[in-house]
Structures are given as structure tokens and as C-alpha cells.
């Protein structure tokens, strides 16, 4: 049977080598905030791409826009212009209820102050992810409660918890359901340097062992050092 016009162009237009390969894109991302009368510019023109699987470290001054820009990144904000894409998917023309999706199905997060449940335990916690998304998975759960040495804890609630436990806890929730990409903003901004080394490389371990990508803001020079890439930022632009 001859093939349709349209049978066609689907196949010569979907094949893997068309697909840009970058796992993340952002393209002429431009954020504008109201402050007072005034119009304020705080992310102006970022270009930015992420592969499957980079560690990539976000870096400069306070105020120079770094958490503005994982959070238009992580579609937790819209920008004012611009577009991200994630593994193809425009993400910036999607409402709240599409984005929440993709969060839940691809994305891990890693706060400066935890963002845990104060409810659940340490296991409700880590779990939580895959239960939302219907992909309860004990074995996983328990996996990542011994990487993150917590077995010892697991139905602690998080107000019990020192704040390293507190962010182990977050880590392996952040990777407990395989995530295409991590991002994190100042992970290690709350914990003392023994506790910080400890979650970033645990952070770190959990990464490779899934394979995802992970964008980290930080002023941390020490772990930019562990990057694939440093991306510095000033005054709203990527400069480096
Ligand atoms: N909702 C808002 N209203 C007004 N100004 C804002 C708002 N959000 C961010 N800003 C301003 O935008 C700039 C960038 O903020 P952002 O938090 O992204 O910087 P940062 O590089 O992450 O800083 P830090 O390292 O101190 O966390 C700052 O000058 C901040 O005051």
C-alpha cells in the first residue's frame, strides 16, 4: 500500500537525529518584576542548555538572578518571553495542571530550607513522589533510605530530624523516582561543611547512579569544582 503524504512527513520529521540533543533548552528567557513604578529586569536574554545526565553548577552574586532562573528553568515561574523545553516539550505555554505532570513525572527538586512534609515520616516523605504519581515502590523507597543512611530514622518526622538528616531526606526524595533532572537551590546553604560535603555527594552518587542531570545554584566553589559545567551569572545575564 502506498504510504500517505502525511505517513511521511511524520516519519522524516520524528526521527531521533531531528531532535535537538539536549536534554533542557531555555531560549531568550526575559523575567520582569513590578517593583514600586518601576519595571524591574532580573533575567534578561538567557540562552541555556542542559544535556541528559550534566551536572551543571549556576553561580554568582547575591541578586545577580541565579533561583529566578532555576525557577523559570524547573517551570515553577513563567517568563515574560521566551521558551523551555524539556526532553521536546515546550514547557512554557503549558497551564498548571500539564506542568504539575512533568514535575511529578521528570523532574526532582532540592531546597535551601528542606521542603519536607512535616506530617510524614522520612519513608512517607521519600515515597511521596512515586505515591502521587501511582508508582508506589517499597523497594525503591527502602533503597534510598539506606543510601541516604537514614534507615535508622524512617518514621521520624522531619521536625525530629538534624537539618542534615532533614536534606538527605530531600535528596532521596528528589531521586526516588528516577527523575530525568534535579534541580537544587543552595542545597547545602543550611548545613554546617561536614553535613554539606556529606548531602552533595550524596546528591552526587544518587545522580550517577540514575543517570539524571543536575542543576545546582550555588556559592559553594567547591562543589562547582565537581561541575561538568560552571555557568556564571551577573546582573540578570549569563556572563560565562
Ligand atoms: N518577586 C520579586 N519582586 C521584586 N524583586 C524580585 C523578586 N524576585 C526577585 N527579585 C529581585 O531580582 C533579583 C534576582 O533575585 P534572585 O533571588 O534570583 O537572585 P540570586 O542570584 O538567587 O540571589 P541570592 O544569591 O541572594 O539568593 C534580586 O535583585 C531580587 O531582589
Known amino acids: 500500500m502506498t504510504p500517505l503524504a502525511s505517513d511521511l512527513d511524520s516519519a522524516t520529521t520524528i526521527t531521533p537525529a531531528s531532535k535537538p540533543s539536549a536534554l533542557l533548552t531555555a531560549i531568550q528567557l526575559n523575567k520582569t518584576v513590578q517593583v514600586g ?8 536574554d538567557v540562552d541555556i542548555y542542559v544535556n541528559a545526565g550534566e551536572f551543571v553548577v549556576i553561580m554568582g552574586k547575591s541578586g545577580s ?3 529566578t532562573l532555576l525557577a523559570l528553568l524547573a517551570a515553577l515561574d513563567y517568563p515574560d518571553s521566551g521558551s523551555v523545553e524539556l526532553a521536546g516539550q515546550t514547557l512554557s505555554n503549558l497551564d498548571e495542571d500539564a506542568l504539575a505532570v512533568i514535575r511529578q513525572r521528570d ?3 532540592v531546597f ?3 521542603h519536607l512534609l512535616p506530617t510524614l515520616t522520612v519513608a ?3 515515597a511521596f513522589p512515586l505515591d502521587i504519581a501511582r508508582r ?3 523497594a525503591r523507597v527502602n533503597e534510598l533510605i539506606e543510601a541516604v543512611d537514614l534507615g535508622h530514622r524512617r ?3 522531619p521536625n525530629q530530624l538534624s537539618g542534615g538528616e532533614q536534606q538527605r531526606t530531600a535528596v532521596a526524595r528528589a531521586l526516588v523516582s528516577q527523575p530525568k533532572i534535579v534541580f537544587a537551590d543552595e542545597p547545602t546553604g543550611n548545613l554546617d561543611e561536614q553535613n554539606a560535603n556529606q548531602v552533595m555527594q550524596l546528591l552526587l552518587d544518587l545522580r550517577q547512579k540514575t543517570g539524571s542531570a543536575l542543576v545546582v545554584v550555588t556559592h559553594d566553589a567547591a562543589l562547582a569544582e565537581m561541575a561538568d559545567r560552571v555557568i556564571t551569572m551577573h546582573d540578570g545575564r549569563i556572563v560565562s
Open 124 to 126: 512517607e516523605n521519600i
Open 65 to 67: 538572578g541565579k533561583s
Open 136 to 138: 508506589p515502590n517499597k
Open 37 to 44: 513604578e518601576q519595571k524591574l529586569s532580573i533575567i534578561k
Open 112 to 114: 535551601q530550607s528542606f
Open 155 to 157: 518514621d521520624s518526622l
Open 107 to 109: 523532574m526532582g527538586f
